[in-house]
């Protein structure tokens, strides 16, 4: 039976990664301080005999007994919000995070995963983004503490696995949205979910004429678990590359959550990427794997989500 460890295993993905291996059979070790991660995305596993929490800051030294098959490094803040508010954890998590999981994976022969981002190619010069560029990246602007701690912990992956033959993937993670996500986490999907059902005008920075690329995080841990299956050790894209402009997404939300929430023009952040496509040609080639959930159906499952919670008041 494979025993995996997932960092930042309370998290949004984090928590979905744990129910699948779980509904898969196998043992889910989860690693989590609670710094953006919940107790409630991870309560319908707690009286799973084959599920653990460990509530642990993984920039510290990690000690699990028990041997490990895979582990999984998500943890970090994953939000604007978070990682502004949370600059040096965040730089900690990428850089010391990252060393900690790779020595363990390294002492208990484990194949390695870690959660990289989209963000590592900055505001990008071309469109779509395969993984072949190298970025448009800020390295001190606000949001460099976020980008520059996944291209430190990309180089740190591909340093275990040239020196020390550690079998390592790479996942570079694009917008991915789902149940679980906080609903004033700061990113796109959850604000104007929770905009538009509670009567609030949408917020939309710059003139929304900036694109994004939205996927169902269904999708997302799919592609992870053929990655894992796969014997790739480069980085491999992630995501849905059906682009839109922020100022569609919004008045899609609008319509799909029959919402009377008028739209707000904001000043666009610092570094804000103006294009965000995935190229997902190398996922399709070696991994065989291509989005399939549609955007109507996945923001449909995502809106209950929220509409329940803030039904039961627990926002």
Request: contains cysteine; charged residues 20%; glycine residues 8%.
């Amino acid at each position: 039976m494979p025993r995996y460890l997932i960092t930042g295993g309370a998290g949004f993905i984090g928590s979905h990664l744990c129910e699948s291996f779980l509904n898969q059979g196998h043992e889910v070790l989860c690693m989590d301080n609670y710094s953006t991660g919940a107790t409630e995305n991870i309560a319908p596993f707690l009286n799973n005999p084959r599920f653990r929490f460990i509530d642990h800051n993984v920039s510290r030294y990690i000690e699990v007994e028990e041997p490990l098959d895979y582990i999984l490094h998500f943890a970090s803040p994953a939000s604007p919000v978070d990682y502004l508010e949370l600059p040096i954890p965040t730089l900690k998590v990428g850089a010391l995070g990252a060393h900690n999981t790779l020595g363990l994976a390294k002492a208990k022969n484990a194949i390695y995963l870690l959660a990289s981002t989209s963000e590592v190619y900055g505001d990008p010069l071309v469109r779509p983004q395969s993984e072949e560029y190298w970025g448009n990246v800020n390295p001190i602007g606000p949001r460099g503490v976020y980008d520059e701690a996944k291209r430190f912990a990309e180089a740190m992956t591909m340093a275990y696995h040239r020196y020390h033959g550690l079998n390592t993937r790479i996942v570079r993670i694009f917008n991915t949205y789902g149940p679980r996500m906080r609903m004033r986490d700061g990113r796109v999907v959850p604000n104007f979910i929770a905009q538009a059902l509670t009567g609030e005008p949408l917020t939309v920075y710059g003139q929304g004429g900036q694109t994004r690329s939205f996927q169902y995080v269904d999708d997302l841990v799919a592609g992870i678990q053929k990655l894992l299956q796969s014997n790739e050790n480069l980085p491999v894209n992630i995501g849905n590359p059906h682009e839109m402009t922020v100022l569609e997404f919004a008045k899609k939300i609008i319509e799909i959550t029959g919402s009377k929430s008028a739209i707000v023009y904001k000043p666009l952040p610092q570094d804000d990427p103006q294009v965000r496509q995935p190229d997902i040609t190398k996922a399709k080639r070696v991994l065989g794997w291509e989005p399939k959930v549609g955007l109507e159906q996945g923001l449909a499952r995502t809106i209950d989500y929220f509409r329940g919670k803030l039904q039961k008041g627990t926002v």
